[in-house]
C-alpha cells in the first residue's frame, strides 16, 4: 500500500476516534513529527509502528491495512 493511502487511514480513525494528533503521539510514543510524516505519506510506518498505532485505536492491525 502506498504511503499517503496509509496515512488516510491512520488519519481517518484517529479523527473518528476524536484523538487529536499531540495526543495520540503521546499514546502511542511515536514522535508527532514522525506521526506527522505517517499521516502525510512522507514516511512509511514500519510494522512496528503499525502495531502500535492499531493498538492504541483499538482496531485490528488488518484493519488498519484495509484488509477486512
Known amino acids: 500500500m502506498e504511503n499517503s493511502h496509509w496515512g488516510i487511514r491512520i488519519r481517518a480513525f484517529r479523527k473518528l476516534k476524536r484523538i487529536n494528533q499531540d495526543e495520540f503521539a503521546k499514546l502511542t510514543g511515536i514522535p508527532l513529527s ?8 512522507e ?26
Not at 514522525?34 to 505519506?41: A, S, V, Y
Not at 510494522?47 to 491495512?65: P, R, T
Open 34 to 41: 514522525i506521526l506527522g510524516k505517517i499521516e502525510r505519506g
Open 43 to 68: 514516511r512509511q510506518a514500519t510494522e512496528d509502528e503499525l502495531k502500535i498505532i492499531a493498538k492504541n485505536l483499538k482496531i485490528n492491525i488488518n484493519e488498519l491495512k484495509g484488509e477486512i
